[in-house]
Structures are given as C-alpha cells and as structure tokens.
C-alpha cells in the first residue's frame, strides 16, 4: 500500500489586503494603473510614428504630452487618497480614543 501525500495551500493574502485596502479601494487601483498604462502606451504609440514618418513633433503633440502628465498627477492624487499610511495612522488613533 502506498500512502498518498495530499498539500492544501490556503491563500488568503490577496494583493488587496497585503496593501491594506478593501476589495473596492483594490479594484480603483488596479483600473486606475491599467488606464494610466493603456494611455502611456497610446502617447508613445503616437510620437513613435510621428517621428518614425519623419512626420515631426507639432503643437498639438505637445499638448497631448502635457495632458498624459496632467492624467497622471491626477491618478497620483487619487491613489494617495485611496491608500495613505497617514490615513491608517488616523484610523489607529481614532480606535485608541474610542476604546
């Protein structure tokens, strides 16, 4: 008779609770990166072929690098609102005053 050797691994750090973040906090990350990422790639996408064609970089060019840079302030103030340590320190205060 052979004895068979079963493992069970339980998972259940999912990458939302090792950052400390609910599922739907998770979720806004998660879309707010894969956006950012998409929109870069569109941006090097365009000023790839526009200089590959020898076509040149024009004003409007411009302004949509400075509007990629724009969104991308943008998503860092709503990440930094999404997950602060100082927002956890807050929260840690509050429970030690509650209790």
């Known amino acids: 008779m052979s004895r068979r050797s079963e493992t069970i691994i339980i998972v259940s750090d999912?990458?939302?609770?090792?950052?400390?973040l609910s599922y739907h906090h998770a979720e806004i990350v998660i879309?707010?990166?894969v956006c950012s990422l998409i929109?870069?790639?569109a941006v090097f996408t365009r000023f790839y072929v526009k200089i590959k064609t020898k076509q040149g970089?024009?004003?409007d060019d411009h302004l949509i690098l400075?509007?990629?840079l724009i969104y991308y302030a943008a998503v860092a103030v709503v990440l930094q609102?999404?997950?602060t340590p100082l927002q956890e320190f807050?929260?840690?205060q509050n429970e030690?005053?509650?209790k």
């Open 14 to 20: 999912t990458p939302a609770t090792m950052l400390g």
């Open 31 to 33: 879309a707010h990166i």
């Open 39 to 41: 929109a870069g790639l």
């Open 57 to 59: 970089l024009k004003k």
């Open 66 to 68: 400075l509007t990629l």
């Open 81 to 83: 609102g999404t997950y």
């Open 90 to 92: 807050i929260s840690f």
């Open 96 to 98: 030690l005053t509650i």
